[in-house]
């Protein structure tokens, strides 16, 4: 069964992303749907691994696997500091990677989509050195 709620995880510059979002808008202002995953791009590698690290892997799958009704019980499931969690789950949701649905006074963390792809390659423009051996 294929997977239809991708976030796909990826390295780019930029160039291209504004005229992707545009087309998307014209293609559903045409009535039709969008195929394409939801996109987080990073401007490089260094950017990507001071968000997806092994602590981020470890929120992402308790949200997902044991869905924690708030923030504390989140960083009790992962036994990290209260304060540390809020900071890296604030920064997943600011990317869109995580949402916080209100839960009384609690923010329950939620990762809406069915799998994320990380994916540093798919809007590079390739190589143009030749390979050497």
Request: aromatic share 6%.
């Amino acid at each position: 069964m294929p997977t239809t709620n991708v976030l796909l995880v990826t390295i780019g510059d930029g160039d291209g992303l504004y005229e992707e979002g545009l087309e998307a808008i014209r293609t559903l202002r045409g009535g039709e749907s969008v195929d394409r995953p939801a996109t987080v791009t990073f401007a490089n590698e260094r950017q990507l691994s001071d968000v997806f690290n092994e602590r981020t892997y470890t929120l992402l799958r308790v949200i997902r696997d044991e869905h924690p009704d708030s923030i504390r019980e989140t960083a009790r499931v992962v036994g990290r500091d209260v304060k540390n969690v809020h900071e890296e789950l604030t920064t997943l949701e600011a990317l869109g990677i995580i949402r916080f649905d209100d839960d009384g006074q609690s923010k329950r963390p939620v990762f809406p989509y069915d799998d994320l792809i990380i994916s540093p390659f798919a809007h590079d423009g390739g190589d143009s050195a030749p390979a050497t051996p």
